[in-house]
Nanobody, 127 residues
Framework: QVQLVESGGGLVQAGGSLKLSCTAS????????MGWFRQAPGKEREFVAA????????YLANSVTGRFTISRDGAGYGVYLQMKSLKTEDTGVYCC????????????????????WGQGTQVSVSS
């Protein structure tokens, strides 16, 4: 069992930055591909970013490319989402997820491919 805990959310003005962190309670997730998803009020959950188990490959949704960066530490204790030039449409609950499918070089794009989810952290961007 992997328990994921997100942190770093908050209220920020448009154009600002936030860095989200995801840690695993009691263990590392070095054997998992990791991803970030978000859900805005009244909308479906959407993919934001993914990183392979090795950390060597990443993929970002078109809506955040050029503004967000996903990374992970080599020891497998943290996954991060650096968010810059935030827009009001980035508002939502951001959740990290861990998936065991695929090899070390694969990232996972679908929510159904992930095995474990955190509770989420709220990001609110004001105009």
């Amino acid at each position: 069992q992997v328990q994921l805990v997100e942190s770093g959310g908050g209220l920020v003005q448009a154009g600002g930055s936030l860095k989200l962190s995801c840690t695993a309670s009691g263990r590392t997730f070095s054997n998992f591909a990791m991803g970030w998803f978000r859900q805005a009020p009244g909308k479906e959950r959407e993919f934001v970013a993914a990183i392979s188990r090795s950390g060597g490959r990443t993929y970002l949704a078109n809506s955040v490319t050029g503004r967000f960066t996903i990374s992970r530490d080599g020891a497998g204790y943290g996954v991060y989402l650096q968010m810059k030039s935030l827009k009001t449409e980035d508002t939502g609950v951001y959740c990290c997820a861990a998936g065991s499918a695929g090899g070390g070089a694969y990232y996972l794009l679908l929510a159904s491919e992930y095995d474990y989810w955190g509770q989420g952290t709220q990001v609110s961007v004001s105009s």
